[in-house]
């Protein structure tokens, strides 16, 4: 049987994602087979791509962070119980594809009835969420979080990750996106209207405990200056740098974006307050 997958042979755009036909694989032993009907699409897939992300992946590759699919073939030693349920997994690369095979105990079981479509998107947003607010962050009942890009992906899942925790929110977005926001719990900000460093102040009379901030570059110092002593920005991403599905200005401007944020960091370090730049 056939199986088409899509491949890196060298790192840039979109332009260099290619569509191949090889035979299907077999699981071997103690994996599962999964016939994938969704996979993810990410920032950390295009950081891939261009060959910047630090998940180092020899080339060629198959891009592809997180999938939900069904199982359909058992490899020695692998549970048979499993075959044809809906399962989600986070192999970092190899989704984009009609089938995957992975170790068994990689596998996370979908409750019935929930989408498919609907269940990827939870995956690595939600992973990436939970580590930052609870590993780097150490969130605790009553702290004030401000988070940047609160209506995307990774700013949803930490908006209801940060109410479940018992936070006290506060989220950049575009005017349009504000009652999203609202309605996870936090106060909105209007990045575009107002300086958020102001109103980070203002809001909270004194300053946040925590900023999560994907957006990056010079970003990364504002949030800093919107924390209260003692408090830490955790950057996670440079999103500031998107332009049409790549990274915009060239191998100088993408390290200089990489290596601000670690300046800044040092550059915090030094500075009064005990606060810290934290890169995820």
């Not at 016939?35 to 295009?46: C, K, Y």
């Not at 609870?134 to 949803?156: D, F, K, M």
């Not at 575009?192 to 900023?211: C, I, P, Q, S, Y």
């Amino acid at each position: 049987m056939k199986s088409l997958r899509v491949v890196v042979r060298h790192h840039g755009g979109p332009e260099v994602l290619e569509i191949v036909e090889d035979d299907a694989p077999h699981p071997a032993s103690g994996e599962l087979r999964v016939q994938i009907i969704a996979a993810g699409v990410s920032f950390a897939e295009l950081l891939m791509r261009e060959g910047i992300h630090p998940e180092k992946t020899t080339l060629p590759f198959t891009p592809g962070w997180d999938i939900v699919g069904i199982v359909d073939e058992a490899g020695e030693g692998a549970s048979h119980a499993m075959l044809g349920k809906l399962v989600a997994a986070l192999p970092i690369h190899g989704g984009y594809a009609q089938f995957i095979c992975l170790p068994e105990d990689e596998l996370t079981s979908v409750p019935t009835g929930v989408d498919p479509i609907e269940a990827v998107s939870l995956v690595l947003n939600y992973v990436t969420a939970y580590q930052m607010m609870h590993r780097l962050g150490h969130a605790s009942p009553g702290q004030r979080v401000l988070i940047h890009g609160a209506a995307g992906g990774v700013g949803t899942a930490l908006l209801q990750l940060g109410r479940l925790a018992g936070l006290e929110m506060y989220g950049t977005a575009s005017l349009s996106d504000h009652q999203i926001v609202s309605d996870l719990g936090a106060t909105p900000i209007d990045y575009e209207r107002a300086d958020f460093v102001k109103e980070a102040h203002r809001l909270t009379n004194g300053g946040v405990d925590v900023v999560f901030d994907g957006v990056g570059e010079a970003n990364v110092w504002r949030s800093f200056r919107a924390l209260r002593p003692g408090g830490r920005v955790i950057a996670y991403g440079f999103t500031s740098f998107l332009q049409k599905g790549r990274l915009a200005g060239g191998l100088r401007y993408r390290l200089r974006g990489i290596l601000r944020p670690v300046w800044y960091a040092v550059c915090a370090f030094v500075s009064p307050g005990r606060r810290r730049i934290l890169p995820y």
